[in-house]
C-alpha cells in the first residue's frame, strides 16, 4: 500500500539551528515527491518537486533531497519566519500527502 | 488565472442546509483536485479531474458530497444536508497533467456548520 511519513511530527529550534526533516514513502511507481509549505490559515505553498534518487533541489535556506525510500528537507540557519508546517507528497497512483511536520524556529 | 482561486473564503452554515464551493483552477491545466483537511489534521483527499476522463471519487466521505467541473475547468463541490463533522477547509488543487507534475492550491473555503 502507498504511503508516506512525516518525522518529527513537531520540531522546535533555535534561530540558527540547522536541522532535516523526513519523509519516508512507499509507493509503486513514483511520479514525482514534492515538498509544501502551510502556514496557519493559508493552503499549502510549492517549494520543490524531485523525480529520481540523487536528485536535489535548493531554495534560500532550504535544500531537498531524495533517495528511492526517503527525501529530507535540509533547513540551514533557519529564521523564525520559516516558522511553518512542511508537507511531503507523492505522486504515484494518487498523490499521498504525509501528515506533516510542524517547525518552531525561536529567535 | 495567476494562481487557483477558490470562494467563498469562509462560510457559516446551518446544520442541514446545501452549500457549494467553487475552485477556478490555473488557466491550461487539466487536473483539479479536491482536498479536505480539518483542523490540525493532514490532508484528505477528496476526489480528481483529469480532462474529460470520469472523476476518481474514490475519496468522497459520503452521497452527501459531490462534485462536478463544468467545461474542463471551473469545478464545484456540493456538500448536502450538512453536518457539523463536515466543518473543514476545503483545498482546490491543480496541475498541468497527470504523470508528475506539481499541483498547485488555492487557499481554501473554510466551512464551519454551526
Known amino acids: 500500500e502507498d504511503q508516506v511519513t512525516q518525522s518529527p511530527e513537531a520540531l522546535r529550534l533555535q534561530e540558527g539551528e540547522s536541522s532535516s526533516l523526513n519523509c519516508s514513502y512507499t509507493?509503486?511507481?513514483?511520479?514525482?515527491l514534492f515538498w509544501y509549505r502551510q502556514d496557519p490559515g493559508k493552503g499549502p505553498e510549492f517549494l520543490f518537486t524531485?523525480?529520481?534518487a540523487g536528485e536535489e533541489k535548493e531554495k534560500e535556506r532550504l535544500k531537498a533531497t531524495l533517495t528511492k525510500k526517503e527525501s529530507f528537507l535540509h533547513i540551514t540557519a533557519p529564521k523564525p519566519e520559516d516558522s511553518a508546517t512542511y508537507l511531503c507528497?507523492?505522486?504515484?497512483?494518487?498523490?499521498?500527502f504525509g501528515t506533516g511536520t510542524s517547525l518552531t524556529v525561536i529567535p | 488565472g495567476a494562481g487557483v482561486s477558490q470562494s467563498p473564503s469562509n462560510k457559516v452554515t446551518e446544520k442541514g442546509k446545501d452549500v457549494e464551493l467553487r475552485c477556478d483552477p490555473i488557466?491550461?491545466?487539466?487536473?483539479l483536485y479536491w482536498y479536505r483537511q480539518s483542523l490540525g489534521q493532514g490532508l484528505e483527499f477528496l476526489i480528481y479531474?483529469?480532462?474529460?476522463?470520469?472523476?476518481?471519487k474514490s475519496g468522497l466521505p459520503s452521497d452527501r458530497f459531490s462534485a462536478e467541473r463544468t467545461g474542463g475547468s471551473v469545478s464545484t463541490l456540493t456538500i448536502q444536508r450538512t453536518q457539523q463533522e463536515d466543518s473543514a477547509v476545503y483545498l482546490c488543487?491543480?496541475?498541468?497533467?497527470?504523470?508528475?507534475?506539481?499541483?498547485?492550491f488555492g487557499e481554501g473555503s473554510w466551512l464551519t456548520v454551526v
Open positions: 488557466s491550461g491545466h487539466t487536473a
Open positions: 488543487a491543480s496541475s498541468r497533467g497527470s504523470s508528475g507534475n506539481t499541483i498547485y
Open positions: 509507493v509503486s511507481g513514483l511520479r514525482g
Open positions: 507528497a507523492v505522486h504515484g497512483n494518487q498523490f499521498y
Open positions: 524531485l523525480y529520481s
Open positions: 479531474f483529469q480532462g474529460n476522463s470520469a472523476p476518481d
